[in-house]
């Protein structure tokens, strides 16, 4: 028996997807909308994130399986109002891609992925319409996680030249922002305060930008780390008997710094 292709597989997603939505289908499917669905589909897109952090073939495999899912569930909907169906999304994806990449598909070579993504900047800016923000930054949704968008927001007014040339004035910028806050928490103004610790983290986010490291994917470690090492704390501290809240702030430190040594090899 021959092995199905890819289109071939798609295509029965597809009809599994419309049965479930029909007549005689899932009464749960039947119910969802593109709104109610929104929860699914980032709870979807953080479970595959975190599958390519830890590396995971296997478990990648299976979140984009379920990321997809929630693409052809929302085409199927959009199918059902008339409004367009999964066809549709390939075709303008297939399109889109070939547009943005003609240093591919049109023989105008691009020398590097730097000319690259600034030309995929200019062609997207040329594809808005009338009705869309004409800024260079473009639009960001306001629901991504702000240390991402802050730093995409960054990249792009990098690529049109809106920068430091180098990385030491953007050191200088952190050091300003950092005795701005405290000028501010000095000054008792929680409004002060709020907009200086802003403009802190947004010039770290600039930092982490030219050190060619995701803001939000070094703080999403360093959250594990802590959790890692906080739950080694409270282990050794129920085999005294003891809580968090039983015990004193440095027998806590001393087991904090016993979990760090732990963790970089250098038990003692």
């Not at 798609?10 to 909308?33: S, Y």
């Not at 495999?61 to 409004?83: K, N, T």
């Not at 390939?90 to 590097?112: C, N, Q, W, Y």
């Amino acid at each position: 028996m021959m092995q199905k292709t890819p289109g071939e597989r798609f295509e029965d997603l597809l009809q599994v997807m419309a049965r479930l939505r029909g007549e005689n289908g899932c009464p749960w499917d039947r119910e969802q909308t593109h709104r109610s669905l929104k929860p699914f589909l980032t709870e979807e897109s953080y479970e595959l994130l975190e599958a390519i952090d830890r590396e995971d073939s296997d478990k990648i495999r299976e979140e984009l399986g379920d990321v997809l899912h929630q693409i052809v569930f929302h085409a199927q909907i959009a199918a059902e109002a008339g409004a367009f169906d999964a066809a549709d999304v390939i075709a303008a994806l297939t399109e889109k891609m070939i547009r943005r990449h003609p240093h591919v598909f049109s023989g105008a070579a691009e020398k590097d992925s730097g000319a690259v993504i600034k030309r995929w900047a200019e062609l997207k800016a040329r594809e808005r319409g009338p009705d869309e923000p004409q800024s260079a930054l473009g639009q960001l949704p306001k629901s991504m996680p702000a240390l991402a968008r802050a730093q995409a927001v960054a990249e792009r007014a990098s690529r049109v030249g809106f920068d430091w040339a180098s990385i030491d004035p953007v050191w200088e910028k952190v050091e300003e922002e950092l005795g701005e806050l405290k000028r501010a928490c000095a000054s008792g103004s929680q409004e002060r305060a709020r907009a200086e610790i802003g403009d802190l983290l947004f010039s770290l986010v600039n930092l982490a930008r030219f050190l060619d490291v995701s803001a939000e994917d070094a703080l999403s470690r360093t959250i594990e780390r802590f959790l890692a090492r906080f739950s080694y704390i409270e282990s050794k501290l129920q085999e005294r008997g003891k809580t968090p809240t039983t015990s004193s702030v440095e027998e806590m430190e001393t087991l904090w710094q016993e979990a760090k040594r732990i963790e970089t090899g250098i038990e003692t």
